[in-house]
């Protein structure tokens, strides 16, 4: 977008002040214009508006999936993300510019504040949270302040069954929006369901039977909080936590604030409230008093990534994308999942070999900017975008078509519950962006209309699908025998943890999840999980009670699973080293109060302790040297070697090191419980059946060896050093065993005098001739002549610490030796 001196207004204040209608006004006053939006739906309600007003041939909308651009376009409604910089335009709005502050898409709002100018006016639309920033970054806007045009109130906390018609409830994860829906659908008949993942048609369908008064009811995630104006006389909040991708956290107040003033509609008052009167459900006097007065903490920084990253190369792309903003309140955004993407595309090296013009690297971020809609994490999402850059940066950089229709294909399919039908509406969002993508397929026309046409029927099904799953006016027999008010619903939870409601099971409480019974009726389950959640809680604490007093034997590891009577309630994680590993705990068990959880998370840390004390004290031995200053360089380098390798090292790859140690050092190795072999170095408690399991575990081994082997084949299962086991030819032997025939060998010998070892000793741990002369050549022993008795003799040619031994060559010495283990 070109560069304007045009002035700009900051239009601020809390929900349903008109600002949104202020700007379509302003921009429709001008011969041309652009709004950016949050959300996609936004904008397409917002595009409906502007046709009415001046038709569908100068009216264009762009958004990631959808692309509407007439040739004579002028008035353009968009998303932030979407906003096409290169046009000259009179007039430029962004609305909900407070999300600068949002750790995901924060630096897209940021970089349109302060970019986005129209040529003759620019206006910034966003809460009042947002001054303290607009005064920093645009010194010479000019602030207005738009009162709210109705009273907002708290209505205090009402159960389902009693909430007033025209009624949304406000749920943060699509399985909660799914059982408040089933509820309302028993109690009341039915709910409308509006989610940010509903396309545009969905939702407008499920908004209209909203709207028509066919019904009274609407679930919705905080996706109306951003705009989505309807007919709304209460908001009533399911929970006030959500996850946010990281974590489950409260909602701040102005998040509160954001939702609840969806109540009302211009000069007519609106309430809000809760679903519980106690409990972290409910709001404080604090947050009430906030919201009712719109008295909300000022952001004092918001997130920025530079909008025009530098793409001469991919080094200064990244460089660019991570560089430190120069503004005091600007702060450098978090790794969003474009860069996380770029990052593990350019690991490779081939990537970077098709990287290399200046057109190839913005074409490989452009690949990297394909938003990931089914919420699948970086890994997946990265393979997916490797394959694009891959046909994109070859041949005639067009995406292969038969590849792309097959994907398409798969997803032109209706069929499915509404969790699949909502799934394959995310995916295929992905092929949509893509298709409107002008330079990326053959024919983007041809594939865009494809796409569009699979959403539209998706669409249709999702809202057929919803309607019938939760618009039933019949009520169940279930609820006739015990009534409308689910939070009447008599809940019992028996010894064994069944969950019943009037004698009818429902699930099991196990541990600290809720699992519905398998023959549960499927049109019973949600009302009645829901029903059952909120009698659960009591149960809850008092079990978090009860694991944070257990005793020991209460609790076992099942790696990595800490199991407390026998149920999963966190798992071991790597540490800092060995001996520290973390324990993190279940997310159900996370779910319990700080308070609760705390003492929970303190309970298993000292068991894990305790346990680690008890079976591998050589650990917490080694890991306190690691840390001591005063023991020294060389004992802290063997202890640190040997914490790594889990108390079992071969002697050679640490030497040198052992060569260092003095006496002193030697003797606190000892102490620990260190034996110095002569060709390993290691614990022998380690090679004990319990602590070596432990150390398995800890160590992320495979199943090792049986309990109490001492020689193993060469190819079973644990026959290596990591186990415990020097392999020598076809076979393996224990460490310890092995230091106990090294130290026989050297007891017997005089100097360097050929002697006769005792082969007995060999023999009754199973060696096999071939075994003890390859391990006599490792131990620094090389054959000699036979003895006039007949009996093989070795003479001791010494060992080179960082050497590893040649075994000697089968000589006459050898055969004589190996007859005599024979015989």
């Not at 002028?74 to 335009?89: G, K, V």
């Not at 399985?175 to 407008?204: C, D, Q, W």
């Not at 065993?737 to 002697?755: C, N, T, W």
Request: glycine share 8%.
């Amino acid at each position: 977008m070109r560069a304007f001196s045009s002035p700009v207004t900051a239009v601020l204040g809390p929900t349903n002040t008109g600002k949104t209608h202020l700007a379509i006004e302003r921009m429709c006053g001008h011969s041309s214009g652009m709004i950016g939006f949050p959300l996609r739906l936004l904008a397409r309600e917002v595009y409906d508006r502007v046709v009415k007003l001046k038709g569908a041939k100068q009216v264009a909308l762009i958004t990631g999936e959808e692309r509407i651009v007439p040739p004579d376009a002028r008035w353009f409604l968009c998303t932030a993300e979407s906003m096409p910089f290169q046009r000259d335009l009179a007039f430029v709005a962004l609305d909900e510019a407070q999300l600068g502050a949002d750790p995901e898409r924060g630096h897209v709002f940021t970089d349109r504040l302060l970019r986005a100018r129209g040529r003759e006016e620019t206006m910034i639309l966003g809460s009042e949270t947002l001054r303290p920033m607009v005064k920093a970054l645009i010194p010479d806007a000019e602030i207005v302040n738009r009162p709210r045009f109705s009273t907002l109130s708290y209505a205090g906390a009402r159960k389902l069954s009693r909430l007033p018609k025209r009624s949304v409830i406000v749920a943060f994860s699509a399985e909660e929006v799914y059982a408040v829906a089933e509820m309302i659908r028993r109690l009341r008949g039915g709910a409308a369901v509006v989610m940010g993942a509903l396309s545009p048609r969905t939702r407008n369908a499920q908004v209209a039977m909203f709207q028509a008064g066919e019904v009274d009811y609407l679930v919705a995630t905080d996706a109306i909080g951003m705009g989505l104006n309807m007919d709304v006389n209460h908001v009533a909040f399911a929970s006030l936590t959500k996850f946010d991708g990281h974590r489950q956290r409260r909602l701040t107040v102005s998040e509160m604030a954001q939702i609840a003033g969806r109540a009302g509609r211009h000069q007519r008052d609106g309430t809000f409230g809760a679903l519980t009167a106690d409990g972290p459900g409910a709001f404080t006097p604090e947050e009430i008093h906030a919201i009712e007065h719109h008295h909300f903490p000022k952001l004092d920084f918001l997130y920025w990534r530079d909008g025009e990253p530098d793409c001469s190369s991919v080094d200064a792309l990244i460089a660019s994308l991570e560089a430190k903003p120069d503004n005091r309140v600007l702060r450098a955004a978090p790794v969003a999942t474009d860069l996380a993407v770029l990052k593990r595309l350019t690991a490779d090296e081939a990537v970077r070999d098709r990287a290399r013009s200046p057109g190839q690297v913005a074409r490989l971020w452009a690949a990297c900017g394909v938003p990931d809609f089914r919420k699948l994490g970086v890994d997946p999402h990265a393979r997916l975008v490797a394959r694009l850059y891959d046909d994109l940066s070859s041949g005639n950089g067009h995406i292969a078509a038969p590849w792309f229709a097959d994907q398409v294909a798969r997803l032109d399919d209706v069929t499915g519950d509404v969790e699949t039908i909502a799934g394959r509406i995310a995916a295929i969002r992905t092929w949509a962006y893509i298709a409107h993508r002008g330079d990326w397929l053959a024919d983007p026309a041809h594939w865009a209309a494809r796409t569009a046409a699979v959403e539209e029927r998706l669409s249709d099904a999702l809202h057929a699908s919803l309607t019938q799953r939760f618009v039933d006016k019949r009520t169940t027999v279930l609820l006739r025998q015990i009534g409308k008010d689910s939070g009447a619903l008599p809940v019992v939870i028996g010894e064994e943890g069944e969950v019943l409601v009037e004698d009818h099971p429902i699930g099991t409480l196990e541990g600290f999840r809720f699992s519905v019974a398998a023959d549960a009726r499927h049109a019973d389950k949600r009302l009645l999980l829901a029903a059952a959640e909120k009698r659960l809680g009591s149960e809850l604490a008092k079990r978090g009670r009860e694991l944070a007093e257990s005793d020991d034997e209460e609790f076992a590891l099942s790696f990595p699973r800490i199991e407390w009577r026998g149920v999963g309630v966190a798992e071991l994680a790597p540490g800092a080293n060995l001996a520290q590993p973390r324990v993190v705990l279940d997310r159900a068990v996370e779910a319990l109060d700080p308070a609760l959880r705390k003492a929970v998370q303190a309970r298993l840390d000292r068991w894990v302790a305790d346990q680690l004390a008890r079976h591998l004290p050589v650990f917490g031995a080694l890991d306190g040297c690691l840390r001591d200053a005063a023991a020294g360089a060389p004992l802290r380098a063997v202890a640190g070697a040997l914490l790594d390798a889990g108390g079992l090292l071969p002697r050679r790859a640490i030497g040198a090191q052992v060569e260092a140690l003095d006496p002193a050092a030697r003797k606190k190795l000892h102490k620990m419980g260190v034996t110095i072999g002569t060709l390993d170095l290691f614990a022998p408690t380690l090679l004990k059946p319990g602590p070596a399991r432990w150390r398995r575990m800890l160590m992320r081994l495979a199943d090792g060896p049986r309990d109490g082997a001492t020689v193993l084949p060469r190819n079973a299962p644990g026959a290596d050093l990591p186990y415990g086991f020097r392999p020598l030819g076809q076979q393996a032997v224990r460490i310890d065993l092995v230091e106990r025939i090294a130290r026989a060998a050297h007891d017997s010998r005089k100097g360097r005098a050929p002697f006769a070892p005792d082969a007995a000793l060999a023999t009754s741990m199973g060696i096999q001739p071939d075994t003890l002369a390859r391990l006599m050549a490792q131990l620094g022993f090389r054959a000699a002549r036979p003895g006039e008795d007949g009996k093989p003799r070795w003479m001791w040619q010494g060992l080179t610490p960082n050497a590893k031994p040649k075994p000697p060559p089968r000589d006459n010495a050898f055969a004589a030796l190996a007859g005599m283990l024979d015989g």
